[in-house]
């Protein structure tokens, strides 16, 4: 079996975009650029894009970065965990990920149908909205059962999406426990705006283990206005600061906050080699973004996914903190320019990575 070296999991679905307009976007209550958990009254959104010529790609936000990382990577050294439906949606997710390279242990149920994400597209902006359906099933057995828990005793990086802590906070957490008893490195993504908000008690227990923290701006201004910081929601370096210095068990790794700022430079917060909760301690640095001119951008759906992936390659090929945010955004650059979450099929290879 082999040693997959980083181990990815969160909610596995299959992304179905379209073109959109402002008077669908009305008809379901959504919003240009976010993301959501459908509601019931949402679910013929699925059939509307479906109408409108839709295009199906493998998604999941944390899949997406593990594709990505695996993108760049040498074969064979990201696997993604998650839960599907025996259906032929699954069919198309294992298609994909085998093209990717990508290796996978779904948890296959026989009873729910596949997640999917609805994504309207309207100009540059996407709203997302998923029905997890199966992907909403996973257990911490599959996690632990001797086939699945062999990966994670392999690998020594694990990268859990944000929007898990809707679907099975124990299994994040079993991730993280094992980390720390073994001091490997545990990333943890942010997920969406809503997380921070309506998952904030599991968001912070997991914090707790984190090593490394992605996300966006929108996510810390959240993150901002559910733990007291109204006033500094609109200053992504403060709230990487906070989040930086927060609770930490590991005290033999300190904690990185990446947040990225769209075509703002990104945010970076480190507590150097150990953790503290002094935040005078606190390093924060900018970097900017490999530029991009707006006739470029084809899809700015799953940019952040593939930075989190292109960041998460330089952790496993041992690259400094700089030259890791600079995959994350050279990656990021190359999703741009495709349709979704997706990356050139004229593979090509960031200097120095992927041999």
């Known amino acids: 079996m082999p040693g997959y070296k980083l181990l990815c999991l969160e909610n596995p679905l299959l992304d179905i975009q379209a073109e959109g307009s402002e008077a669908l976007l009305s008809k379901y209550g959504l919003e240009a650029n976010n993301a959501v958990l459908a509601e019931p009254s949402q679910l013929t959104l699925y059939d509307d894009l479906a109408s409108l010529n839709a295009v199906t790609i493998a998604g999941g936000a944390a899949q ?51 997640g999917r994400c609805g994504v309207v597209i309207t100009g540059k ?95 810390a201004e959240t993150f901002a206005q559910a733990n007291g910081m109204e006033d500094k929601k609109g200053d992504p370096q403060f709230v990487a600061r906070k989040l930086c210095a927060g609770p ?49 951008i084809c899809d700015t759906n799953g940019a952040g996914d593939a930075f989190a992936g292109g960041f998460l390659a330089g952790l496993v090929e041992g690259k400094s903190l700089k030259e890791s945010v600079d995959i994350g955004q050279w990656l990021a650059r190359l999703s741009l320019r495709e349709l979704g979450p997706s990356f050139p099929k004229q593979k090509q290879a960031y200097p120095g990575l992927g041999k």
């Open 125 to 219: 902006n996407r709203s997302l909205c998923t029905d997890l359906a199966a992907a909403n099933h996973y257990t911490d057995d599959h996690l632990k059962s001797e086939k699945v828990w062999a990966h994670v005793q392999a690998a020594s990086i694990y990268y859990v999406g944000g929007f898990h802590l809707t679907v099975s906070p124990p299994a994040a957490e079993a991730l993280g426990k094992h980390a720390l008893e073994h001091n490997k490195t545990y990333a943890l993504g942010l997920g969406a705006p809503f997380i921070p908000l309506a998952f904030g008690e599991q968001l912070k227990n997991l914090l707790q283990y984190a090593d490394y923290v992605i996300g966006a701006d929108a996510e």
């Open 64 to 114: 997406n970065a593990a594709r990505g990382a695996q993108y760049i990577l040498p074969p064979s050294h990201v696997i993604f965990l998650g839960a599907v439906g025996q259906d032929a949606s699954a069919k198309l997710l294992d298609d994909a990920c085998s093209a990717a390279g990508l290796a996978t242990e779904y948890l296959r149920l026989a009873d729910k149908p596949t």
């Open 248 to 296: 930490k068990l590991n005290s033999k790794r300190g904690r990185v906050v990446v947040i990225t700022c769209g075509t703002e430079p990104t945010v970076v917060a480190e507590s150097g080699d150990g953790p503290t909760t002094d935040e005078s301690k606190v390093k924060v640095t900018t970097y900017p973004v490999h530029a991009i001119g707006q006739d470029e």
